[in-house]
């Protein structure tokens, strides 16, 4: 990548940062792209010379937040920590998204997330999967995940709840309880054990 492409990608970043900023606080409908330009410090020209539209931004915005979930999911999991401060980084990672999300945006990417062939999908397969297996077996291997437990089981488990999730009438009512449902997810109905 030259000079000019690098900068022309930087730019691209910071523009599709400061809108996911804007979204996550603001939601969608009440950002204009003026806004967005103001935030970014370039000009709306510029906005519609990389995106086009304002729907092409909210979707790279959405492919965007995706691949930054994944990195922190991956910088977690692939971090020298023990097996339970891995789980705590992971669950307060998700609190923190969950309080800092503004519902209509939240419920974009959910909407986004229920189509078929979706990017998180892909995402989900080519990342995300193998990394809760290496975490799994991590924890398996510090004795803090079953032994007994088949990698299989574990995954049937993570697809069902993935899979219910992207449901409408689930995913609209969510929200406010991502914080529980991953400690139940990581620490089971009996809780965390001391």
Known sequence: MNGFERRRELKKQHILQAAMELFSELGIQKVSISDIAKKAQVSQVTIYNYFESKHNLIHEVFIYYVDQASNQFEEIVRSGKSFPDKIKGLIFNKKQVATN??????????????????????????????????????????????????????????????????????????????????????????????
């Open 101 to 194: 999300i503004h519902p209509e945006f939240y419920q974009y990417l959910m909407k986004e997330y229920a189509e078929e062939g979706n990017y998180i999908e892909q995402v989900y397969a080519e990342k995300a999967l193998p990394y809760f297996i290496q975490l799994f077996d991590e924890g398996k291997k510090e004795g803090y995940v079953d032994q007994n437990l088949s990698d299989e089981a574990i995954l049937f488990y993570i697809q069902m709840m993935k899979e219910y999730f992207q449901r409408e009438d689930v995913y609209e009512r969510v929200l406010p309880l991502t914080e529980d449902i991953t400690n139940i997810f990581f620490y089971g109905i009996i809780g965390k054990k001391s």
